[in-house]
């Protein structure tokens, strides 16, 4: 947005929202060198987690407290599928309650957290491989703000959302998220959330609430994944239909699976994966989340 164009608009706006839209424009007039920000892969599982206190939000919340405080947020998310790679790309996306056949009180739920049209940009401007593509009608869909409302509670850190082109390999994906790396050090904290076993043909639905009951094939899959993140074996993960039938059965459709990879993919030599949340549920969804950060 030119200099003249948001003068303009903040005429227009309540002294309230002017306010934050001018605190928001100034911080990110220039994402300046910072220290190396780390990254996230969240598992989210159930929408209900967003209005839950249980292991898994507690993990989010033990994750938080040592998290730096970023000037902008990127999340990659499972619910956001497009033909081609689109970012979100206005002043103040929507809270989407992407779900159906659950208690009011969690489409109750807003997360308001601004947007930034110039982190967009700079998106933009890092990927020189495809053109992506600026969206203005989509927003934070509950695969993002319902894990990023316990890292950052009080919404007051700006959100833009990368979509996944369902028409792309697992390579392509690593490769892209290879091209925005150099966000970590312009203070971005890029999640990825989504689910690194997800299956939900296949899931006890009455066993919902008993975390831990896995069947053989996921308990098998959870550690082959976790092997290969130990061992920085990427190449397997990108292949993860090569590794056997519990990978496949893990992984039945890829969009879950995915942000795992973009956050994989930003691992630099002098970092290692820290685990949370390695609790299986309903059989066949995993809720592993893992942090990439400097040893």
Not at 52 to 80: D, Y
Not at 236 to 247: C, D, H, P, R
Request: proline share 6%.
């Amino acid at each position: 947005m030119e200099r003249k164009d948001f003068l303009k608009t903040m005429a227009l706006l309540p002294f309230g929202v002017s306010m934050k839209l001018n605190a928001l424009h100034s911080l990110s007039q220039n994402f300046e060198a910072t220290e190396r920000m780390p990254v996230l892969f969240l598992g989210h599982g159930n929408p209900m987690n967003a209005i839950e206190t249980n292991i898994f939000t507690k993990g989010f919340e033990s994750i938080a407290k040592n998290l730096p405080k970023p000037r902008a947020i990127l999340c990659i998310s499972a619910h956001w599928e497009t033909k081609g790679t689109y970012v979100t790309a206005m002043e103040q996306p929507k809270t989407i309650h992407d779900f159906g056949g659950f208690p009011q009180a969690l489409f109750d739920v807003q997360y308001p957290a601004l947007g930034s049209p110039i982190l967009a940009n700079e998106i933009k401007n890092s990927i020189s491989s495809i053109t992506i593509g600026l969206d203005e009608d989509w927003g934070l869909d509950h695969g993002c703000w319902s894990v990023v409302k316990f890292l950052y509670p009080n919404a007051d850190v700006p959100v833009v959302q990368m979509s996944i082109d369902y028409t792309q390999p697992a390579s392509y994906h690593y490769a892209l998220a290879k091209e925005i790396a150099s966000l970590r050090r312009k203070g971005v904290l890029i999640v990825g959330s989504g689910n690194s076993i997800h299956n939900l043909r296949t899931a006890a639905w009455d066993k919902m609430m008993t975390p831990g009951y896995a069947y053989d094939w996921a308990t098998i899959a959870n550690e082959k994944i976790k092997g290969f993140i130990l061992d920085c074996d990427h190449n397997s993960l990108i292949n993860f239909n090569k590794q056997g039938k519990e990978m496949q059965l893990a992984v039945p459709t890829p969009e879950h699976y995915l942000p795992m990879l973009y956050v994989l993919a930003l691992q630099e030599k002098d970092e290692r994966p820290i685990f949370y949340n390695d609790t299986i549920v309903a059989g066949s969804l995993n809720m592993l989340s893992v942090k990439i950060d400097k040893s």
